[in-house]
């Protein structure tokens, strides 16, 4: 499975940006794909997810209301709309594919399932 993360760029504060992730391969559609931010010296975020099967979605808290993610299986392609963004979504973002849900070995919904990850696109909001 191969992730290829694209859509980053320069953006005005309050402005918007559409991430896409298009994934290929065997078996790359039956994945639910997650997206994450790295900031510098900080961990990995988890922003929000999309199932594979029925297009069930998670945000995380910082970007509820803010942020969209959407799939479009005929092009195997997941979005994140991001609106009114800040100076401080300045990031890395990555896509990856993740579980989506909890199970009974963890609640966290941004859990790895294969290992696949996109490369970085950079995200950079300027006031």
């Known amino acids: 499975v191969q992730l290829q993360a694209s859509g980053g760029g320069l953006v005005q504060a309050a402005g918007s940006l559409r991430l896409s992730c298009a994934a290929s391969g065997p078996t790359s559609d039956t994945y639910a794909i997650g997206w994450f931010r790295h900031f510098p010296g900080k961990e990995r975020e988890g922003l929000a997810c999309i199932s594979s099967s029925d297009g069930t979605t998670y945000y995380s808290e910082s970007v509820k209301g803010r942020f969209t993610i959407s799939r479009n299986n005929a092009r195997n392609t997941v979005f994140l709309q991001m609106n009114s963004l800040k100076r401080e979504d300045t990031a890395v973002y990555y896509c990856?594919?993740?579980?989506?849900?909890?199970?009974?070995?963890?609640?966290?919904?941004?859990?790895?399932?294969?290992?696949?990850w996109g490369q970085g696109t950079l995200v950079t909001v300027s006031s």
């Open positions: 990856a594919t993740v579980l989506c849900r909890r199970t009974s070995y963890s609640n966290d919904y941004y859990f790895p399932d294969g290992g696949y």
